[in-house]
């Protein structure tokens, strides 16, 4: 096990790159805790997998460098850096039995057949696969197969990372949920760092200690979920984390104040920067119905369950509430209030207010 | 209670003619050729079993079919293991991809009866090509019309050129159906080049090596043409193999009934053959 660094890399896959545009990965600086569950998470083509390409070795960063414990690894092929990777369509050898599949790693390093036979015993324990060792993995189904190929990252104790590129693709629905609450499980219990890729928020919020949220080749913002969900420094990570995600509205900035259509906004605390694109971030859920606040017309009511939510119209900008209890009719009139402590300014698409002590949750 | 729709008939009752007139009336034609004899006017007598016997038992027949298998083997024990390794060296992506498979299609496009013809006079000596590069650059005593064991090389030397592209080219399609991911796994659990082809690209290319065989076997047990145009069946019987001895019971010395038992009797070898193999070939799969 050990800590990963990765130090100012940057990956294009064309031989020679010419701006950023060119890059699949811009800049990235990243430090992975030893034992921690990462999640990388952002949407399809944003480079996520060419990053875990790089870690495993089955890619060559163009610069940078990639440290496993301080040890430089950057040129080392994937079998020298003792990591392991689960795909998203489970890889299994399909002439070999569930045993042998297990035993595969090990035997390839020349492991003594007493210790591989106990490793792969309480390998097959914790996956609960033990009474299909002696059946030929061909026979079984995609979330055990998935199941063996996580083992075979497993099951060589000596392992760096773990690695899983959207392993969960190709499982039935009922049984992702079975399959990431055993994933958690094994986290804590073998306590590998471990490195989740994917494009689904639920996932990576359920499996992840911290969260990686990448989008066109840059790391926007590493956080927990809490963090991600309560304070997200991007109008991309507000956007896609959420359901619905962060209200992005066009603002008008005057005077170290926003104004939307020309209604000052109470913001969480003081603006920094200046110029720019500015617009104001808030999240459906701190979004309330009163008596006063900005008028607005009632677009849609969608009830998902336990709540409601309400679009109403702006103007010509459309706002999401997220409402509890009564729900007001399509097309009524109405006045949104936004709670100030969650109410921010972003620049660019960065956040760009200050968080004033207590309101931070 | 099933009910069963009895309509289903009809849809194959179009098959069933078009089987009965190009299988079925053919062979019962000759089922009965091999019964009977006769001396022309449509005149038959009933000999039963006779023919078979007699075909079994004949040296003639004993002897072509042993060629028969020799050739089949030789060809398969060289062509199989030729055409997986130049398949696993074809490029995988590129420019070039397209220029191998046209290059690896080429010999087949050609018809049979012109492979032959180009070979008799590639190897003829003084004026083709191999043949006289072997006689008078190299100095070796080589005359296929002469030497049996030239015959031999020359005939197998022939299909393997005319025949492994087909090989290569069934085995390509089931190694590059093959996802990446599987290379990038058994990279990360540090197997070997051999394992990888052993566990990896073998089992994928399974099926379509099963094809390959097949059809490799059963072309090569029915071989006529290019052997008849290049040796002839000669020096004296050595190339002789089962449907050129077939053609000459038949056709050279008009013995339609031995020649009907000696065509049932092949055409039970190839089956038998074939269904031994395919069974052998896939038995693991449906444990």
Redesign the interface.
Known sequence: MAKITLSNLRHSYLPNPSGPADYALKEIDLDWRDGGAYALLGPSGCGKSTLLNIISGLLVPSEGRILFDDRDVTDLPPDQRNIAQVFQFPVIYDTMTVRDNLAFPLRNRGVAEARIAERVAEIATMLEVEEMLDTRASHLSPDNKQKISMGRGLVRDDVNVVMFDEPLTVIDPHLKWKLRSKLKELHQRVRATMIYVTHDQTEALTFADQVVVMQEGEVVQIGTPVELFERPQHTFVGHFIGSPGMNILPVEERDGGAFLHGHPVTLEGQVTGQGGRTELGVRPEFVSLSDQGLEARVRKVSDVGRHAVVEAMLGDTSVKAVVEGDVPEQGAQVHLAFRPDHTRLYRDGWLSTENEGSART | MKTENQKAWFFVLPVLFLVAFNALVPIMTVVNYSVQETFGNNVFFWQGLDWFEQILRSDRFQAALGRQFLFTFLILIIEVPLGIIIALSMPKKGMWVPVCLVLMALPMLIPWNVVGAMWNIFTLPKIGLMGYFLNDVLGINYDMTQNPFAAWVTIIVMDVWHWTSLVVLLSYAGLVSI?D??Y??A??????PW?VFR??QL??MKTVLTIAILLRFMDSFNIYTEPFVLTGGGPGNSTTLLSIDLVKIALGQFDLGPAAAMSLIYFAITLLVSWLFYTLMTKDDA?
């Open positions: 996802p991911a599987y990038q796994a990279k990360i659990d540090g197997a070997s394992k566990y990896i089992p994928k444990q």
